[in-house]
């Protein structure tokens, strides 16, 4: 059952994934091309490149805002990638945990808690 719950998860966030792909460049576009702005402000030695600058900047920056969607686009990733990383995770501990003295498993025990973090 679980199991089952992943994909379905995994699935609506693929679709909302795909839905919001267009607006998700748009947005590393707009990043991009703010810091090519602010680069450009800085190195710019003239008042008017200075304004000029700051214009071309307040511009990208209303796209940045307008696909600001995008973000829902970048969370149904990160739950993407944490159902790909929870999909194949035991319900049930490798190794039986036996309390005893013996240094052999003792050893065994510890290497399968060393191998399972």
């Known amino acids: 059952m679980k199991k089952f719950m992943l994909f379905i998860a995994g699935l609506v966030a693929l679709f909302i994934l795909l839905a919001n792909i267009g607006p998700m460049v748009l947005l590393a576009l707009s990043v991009w091309l703010l810091y090519v702005c602010f680069k450009r402000f800085v ?20 796209i940045t805002f307008s696909n600001i969607f995008a973000v829902i686009g970048i969370g149904a990733a990160y739950v993407l990638y944490l159902i790909y990383k929870g ?4 319900e049930s501990p490798a190794v039986e945990v036996v309390e005893d003295d ?6 065994e ?4 808690e060393l191998n399972r973090s």
């Open 43 to 62: 190195k710019s030695d003239s008042t008017v490149g200075k304004i000029g600058w700051i214009l071309a900047g307040l511009i990208v920056l209303s």
């Open 87 to 90: 999909w194949n995770e035991d």
């Open 102 to 107: 013996d240094p052999f498993t003792n050893f």
């Open 109 to 112: 025990r510890q290497w399968a």
